[in-house]
């Protein structure tokens, strides 16, 4: 089993086509179908089911699947790290975030380009739950995620402090109060983000403790949509003061203080505890440390212990 017969494999598998797989690889179909044939004869086991017609993967193809993208993986990070070697005029930084972390990136990827501006930085979008998987198969080097993963597997660093915000249009009655109680909002329309996280759970065990009703009638897919909809005077909302800082400057938004939902959150930059980290990502750590020194905070700089 070669390293380029599970390369064309994975291309056949993701393009779920021979034909297309040959086009992507730059080669004719009938030399794609002999690399898959060997690669059949090698493992033993049929890989793909040949009686479908989108080329579906067998059990065994699946199998072979995960194993194949973790060894490329492997490839790339060894070809990164090589090639990084001397400096940093050539180099990737691949990182993991979702929609609300992407928020705290932005400052930090602006430093860290004028300290390396030849490195090319890729921030990949992801459900926060699905990071420390990804990380694990080696997909990105790092991610940003808002709890604590497995200490044994993996190194935290806390690196922003972030609160929630219960925001409001400039015209609806709870902007001209200067606190609210939980309490005040059981008649209130919520526009909630329908993407399950811990954060909406403790939203949820905040209303029930204080036997308040929790009217989320509307849900939107991005926090960005929640933001402009409820600007325009479409009920309240529960976000990241992260995410809003920019509107409640501007006056688009009104944060109400409400004393029951004051919940802090830590965001933190995590990778794996056994990866060699590369110099494009050294040099990143450095720039969020120094970050933090010249900013103060909401930014800090704070390795987590394992233990």
């Known amino acids: 089993?070669?390293?380029?017969?599970?390369?064309?494999?994975?291309?056949?598998?993701?393009?779920?086509?021979?034909?297309?797989?040959?086009?992507?690889?730059?080669?004719?179909?009938?030399?794609?179908?002999q690399v898959i044939?060997?690669?059949?004869?090698?493992?033993?086991?049929?890989?793909?089911?040949?009686?479908?017609?989108?080329?579906?993967?067998?059990?065994?193809?699946?199998?072979?699947?995960?194993?194949?993208?973790?060894?490329l993986a492997l490839r790339r990070e060894a070809a990164s790290a090589l090639g990084e070697l001397k400096s940093l005029e050539r180099g990737r930084l691949q990182l993991a975030a979702n929609e609300y972390t992407c928020m705290y990136l932005l400052p930090a990827l602006?430093?860290?380009?004028?300290?390396?501006?030849?490195?090319?930085?890729?921030?990949?979008?992801?459900?926060?739950?699905?990071?420390?998987e990804e990380l694990n198969l080696r997909t990105f080097e790092m991610g940003v995620i808002s709890f604590r993963p497995d200490p044994e597997l993996f190194r935290s660093i806390a690196v922003y402090g972030d609160s929630l915000d219960l925001i409001v249009s400039p015209h609806h009655a709870l902007a001209r109060r200067e606190r609210v109680s939980i309490t005040d909002l059981g008649s209130e329309l919520f526009v909630a983000h329908n993407v399950a996280s811990?954060?909406?759970?403790?939203?949820?065990e905040a209303f029930q403790r204080y036997r308040t009703p929790l009217n989320m009638a509307i849900e939107l897919p991005t926090i960005e949509a929640i933001k402009r909809f409820v600007a325009m005077g479409n009920g309240v909302a529960?976000?990241?003061?992260?995410?809003?800082?920019?509107?409640?400057?501007?006056?688009?938004?009104?944060?109400?203080?409400?004393?029951?939902?004051?919940?802090?959150?830590?965001?933190?930059?995590?990778?794996?505890?056994?990866?060699?980290l590369s110099y494009a990502a050294r040099a990143f750590l450095q720039t969020l440390r120094t970050l933090a020194k010249m900013e103060g905070p909401p930014f800090y700089y704070q390795v987590e212990r394992a233990g």
């Open 1 to 33: 089993m070669e390293l380029n017969q599970l390369e064309t494999f994975l291309a056949v598998a993701e393009e779920r086509s021979f034909s297309r797989a040959a086009a992507r690889l730059n080669r004719t179909q009938p030399a794609v179908s």
């Open 238 to 276: 529960l976000v990241p003061h992260l995410a809003v800082a920019r509107e409640l400057e501007t006056g688009d938004l009104v944060r109400v203080p409400v004393d029951e939902l004051e919940m802090r959150r830590v965001l933190r930059l995590v990778y794996r505890r056994q990866a060699t």
């Open 198 to 204: 811990p954060l909406r759970r403790k939203v949820i």
């Open 110 to 132: 602006d430093a860290f380009r004028r300290a390396a501006p030849h490195v090319h930085v890729a921030v990949n979008r992801m459900l926060a739950s699905r990071i420390p």
């Open 37 to 71: 044939r060997k690669l059949e004869e090698s493992v033993g086991e049929r890989l793909f089911d040949r009686a479908a017609r989108d080329g579906a993967l067998t059990a065994s193809g699946v199998l072979l699947r995960d194993y194949a993208r973790r060894l």
